[in-house]
């Protein structure tokens, strides 16, 4: 902010080296100030996002966590800061992604299952940030708990409409067997048979409507 004295107009040396001086500061202000106003609003964004952010240097210290990642994991984002990241969040499965992206310069990415208060999963993705030396990773968690949750409940109920539409598939393909086979033909048995079919053809229509 300081300014160099200089009169104005001024043709000698020392007033042309002032006024480029100021020139030069005043341009520095103006850049400081939108770098500054730059790193606010990634900021701002970085503590809005719902996924779980973490920044860490070459050396796996923090550099930076935003406040989803503190409430996942369960640590205090300050703190953490220039600590080793497995001791901010002790999992070693995040640490071997993170290995991964530092040792390949490429994106890595994985799956964490993380045992806190509540068991939860977690898609993890790390990104090699941009330089040489490499600076560090950029470790973005999006939490999949309850993605794997729904997953594993349509699973469940696939399995079990199969079970139940299995039963009543295999008598009526049984009684139709055994209709082919000659039991058409008998009065008594074949009219019990066809009661039977259409039996399980009717508890097939209750299951799937």
Do not use: C
């Not at 205090?76 to 999992?91: N, T």
């Amino acid at each position: 902010d300081y300014r160099l004295p200089a009169t104005s107009g001024g043709d000698d040396e020392l007033s042309k080296l002032a006024a480029a001086l100021n020139d030069l500061g005043r341009r520095l202000a103006q850049r400081e100030g939108q770098l500054r106003s730059t790193s606010q609003t990634q900021a701002t964004v970085l503590e809005a996002m719902t996924e779980s952010v973490i920044a860490v240097d070459r050396t796996e210290k923090v550099l930076f966590a935003n406040a989803s990642a503190a409430r996942a994991l369960g640590f205090d984002a300050a703190r953490v800061e220039g600590h080793p990241l497995l001791e901010a969040v002790r999992s070693h499965e995040l640490r071997a992604v993170v290995q991964q992206a530092l040792r390949s310069r490429k994106p890595g990415s994985g799956e964490i299952n993380w045992r806190g208060k509540t068991q939860r999963i977690f898609d993890v993705l790390a990104t090699p940030l941009p330089g040489d030396p490499l600076p560090g990773v950029v470790v973005v968690l999006r939490d999949v708990s309850e993605v794997k949750r729904l997953e594993q409940m349509r699973q469940q109920f696939i399995a079990n409409v199969s079970h139940e539409l299995k039963t009543p598939l295999s008598s009526i393909k049984a009684y139709t067997e055994t209709l082919l086979g000659g039991a058409l033909k008998d009065p008594v048995h074949g009219q019990r048979f066809l009661e039977r079919i259409d039996e399980q053809a009717s508890r097939l229509h209750q299951l799937i409507m």
